[in-house]
């Protein structure tokens, strides 16, 4: 039982790194129609940001400011890269956001170098006991900070101004200009946010194991959460992807003795086995809103 | 019609594959340059566009797909890893007893049953384009190949495991060996001219296809799904038909490409592969043949052409090793920015750079 228990706050901690990708994706998503594959490159910046950071001051403060970084790196981008493509097809602009994603992550890779970097971060690979059962301090920071962001996020989009004219934005985007939203500050906006939920999962995922170049391929997990949850779907984007995170450490765990015929990282194709069993059942994930055609 | 080559009595002869003289000539001489190529060039340099034709096959076959279709496909490795491991299973070694081989080297052989199975994997594949569409479809097929890459890692007695790998098919026609030095000829000027008349052959097949009933009834699925079923293209079918051909092409790519280097590795069919493919067609030209053999001439020529530059620019290192910016990083960035930038600045690829030209020409020395 206890290991169950362990198990499941083990997925749940990695489930939260999903879901703050995830978010990134779903935000930019409502706001441009697109899927930006850029957000492996935006999670290693944060990264490797806080990892070089850290090395002059307090872990905390180091998060913030790369933070920030990343944020301002995110609408960078969207100036630079995205804005003059509005109006062009949404398979295009993702395309766009992979030739970004190449860039900034070989950019960012330099900055890793070919061994491990530390996060300085408090927790390391320590320990905890409650009530009995073992769990990774890293694992409960990241499901607490991710919890906190998550609420913070619903309150902004639900009760503050600019969130109303994202919200409006997503919607409509004539009608919201024409009620004076200025629908280019909210891709900026977008673009900052979804840059900062995916520089923080950076963050928290390479805590305690550090950070290498080849953890970017933990961000593409995220496309299956997305897929799962709705791609429109804040909500839906949170609940995949500690699903996800949940099933994958449980199959890791138990399924063990499916290793003869998967290999014993099975655990690893999971998220994208569950998305086309979803898929076929519902293809518009689980908490999406479906498409509704003119003719 | 003496004097006026551009008049057309009929529909078949605007159609045609070379409608104007002045594609008869250009294609003349495209292929004499291509047959002369070999006795000009160094070996080494004949591989490169020996893999480049190659490379053309599969990126034709995403663009029938893609392109032509408008199905945003992610998964083209996966295809091409499927007609790798038909092909080199097929002509491996039967007395081995690490992996599995039948020991027929018949090119033809394995060439069309690795473009079949596939097909194959690309008609069971379809069902979920039919269902889904637009960016829905294209991480599904990237999940696909997630699950390929696994499965073929994981499945040693096909694939030889990671890091291990298996021998690529053998090409060999009516007993003549194509990878091994020859009398008259060298291994890469023979694979060189195979692969370049395998290109015409498959090139001329789809430009084929896509002038024809199937081609138009593609182009309206792309451009308005709804409406084309509306005006009575079966939708599914179609889409069905796309992603079969388009896979069909795939497979015989991945069989082909590995021959040059005479190895496969389960790993190297991953999404970095797919994101080339994508690359090729964007940079050449979405929905033209033309323009798909030119991306994949110019990606595939990148690195190399990339690999001169530390001679010019001195602060580029050739070595990995060295501080400063190496040429592997120089290499991927451009590779990043072209995409960025020909998406941006001409959306038309080479293709649309070639046409601007051409009527330039045509007009000359009028502006329009």
């Known amino acids: 039982m206890n290991e169950f228990v362990a198990t499941v706050v083990r997925g749940l901690g990695n489930g939260s790194i999903y879901a703050l990708l995830a978010l990134g994706f779903v935000i930019i998503y409502k706001s441009m129609r697109v899927i930006s594959f850029a957000q492996p490159a935006f999670m290693m910046a944060g990264g490797v940001l806080v990892s070089h950071l850290v090395l002059s001051m307090n872990f905390f403060l180091a998060v913030l400011i790369s933070l920030l970084l990343t944020a301002l790196l995110g609408a960078g981008v969207e100036r ?156 839906g984007a949170v609940i995949a992807g500690l699903t996800i995170g949940v099933v994958e450490a449980l199959v890791g765990n138990y399924g063990g003795n499916l290793s003869p015929v998967f290999g014993g990282d099975f655990f690893l194709v999971v998220p994208y086995l569950l998305m086309l069993l979803v898929l076929l059942v519902k293809p518009y994930g689980l908490f999406g809103t479906r498409e509704v055609e003119r003719i | 019609m003496r004097g006026r080559p551009l008049l057309y009595l009929s529909y078949g002869q605007d159609m045609a594959l070379l409608n104007t003289p002045a594609k008869r000539w250009w294609t003349l001489g495209l292929v004499l340059v291509a047959v002369l190529l070999p006795f000009m060039l160094e070996d080494d340099l004949l591989v490169v566009l020996a893999t480049a034709f190659v490379a053309s096959i599969g990126a034709i076959g995403l663009n029938l797909v893609t392109g032509y279709a408008g199905q945003v496909s992610l998964g083209h490795a996966f295809f091409l890893a499927i007609g790798a491991y038909t092909a080199a299973a097929l002509s491996g070694d039967p007395d081995s007893t690490r992996l599995i081989g039948f020991g027929i080297t018949s090119l033809p052989i394995w060439l069309l049953a690795a473009g079949l199975v596939a097909g194959l994997a690309g008609l069971i594949v379809a069902p979920l384009a039919a269902r889904l569409r637009g960016l829905y479809l294209a991480i599904v097929t990237l999940g696909l190949v997630f699950i390929g890459e696994h499965l073929f890692k994981h499945w040693r007695d096909l694939t030889g495991g990671v890091g291990v790998g298996r021998p690529a098919a053998v090409p060999e026609l009516f007993g003549l060996q194509f990878a091994v030095d020859g009398a008259i000829f060298t291994k890469a000027q023979k694979l060189y001219l195979l692969m ?62 590995y021959v040059m280097i005479g190895f496969v590795e389960p790993g190297s069919f991953n999404l970095a592969m797919s994101v080339q493919y994508i690359a090729m067609i964007l940079v050449g030209g979405v929905a033209t043949i033309s323009g798909s053999i030119m991306g994949a001439v110019f990606i595939t020529l990148l690195p190399r052409v990339t690999r001169e530059l530390p001679a010019v620019l001195p602060f580029i290192s050739s070595s990995s090793t060295a501080g400063g910016i190496t040429i592997f990083q120089v290499e991927t960035i451009l590779y990043g920015l072209l995409i960025i930038g020909f998406l941006i600045f001409e959306p038309r690829g080479l293709f649309g750079i070639w046409v601007r030209i051409r009527t330039y020409w045509k007009s000359w020395p009028f502006s329009h």
């Open chain 1, 80 to 235: 630079v890269a995205l804005r003059p493509m509005i109006g062009k097809p949404v398979f295009v602009i993702a395309i766009i956001t992979l030739g970004v994603d190449i860039v900034i992550r070989t950019v960012v890779n330099s900055f890793i170098g070919l061994d491990i970097r530390q996060m300085g971060d408090p927790w390391g690979l320590k320990q905890l006991k409650l009530l009995g059962v073992t769990i990774d301090q890293r694992h409960l920071a990241t499901l607490v900070t991710t919890l906190v962001v998550v609420a913070a996020l619903f309150a902004f989009y639900r009760w503050s101004r600019t969130g109303l004219a994202m919200r409006a934005a997503s919607s409509d985007q004539e009608v919201a200009l024409a009620q004076g939203v200025s629908v280019g500050r909210v891709f900026s906006l977008s673009w900052a946010l979804a840059a900062m939920l995916a520089g923080l999962a950076g963050v928290f995922l390479s805590t305690g194991i550090g950070l290498e170049q080849n953890l970017w391929l933990t961000a593409l997990k995220a496309l299956p959460v997305i897929i799962l949850g709705g791609l429109d779907s804040l909500g």
């Open chain 2, 196 to 257: 370049f008349v395998l290109l015409v052959i498959f090139g001329v097949l789809a430009r084929n296809l896509v002038r024809s009933r199937i081609g138009r009834a593609l182009a309206a699925v792309r451009d308005r799904d709804l409406a084309a079923e509306v005006i009575g293209v079966d939708v599914t079918r179609y889409k069905m038909i796309a992603f079969a051909v388009s896979s069909f092409y795939a497979g015989v790519a991945g069989a082909l490409l």
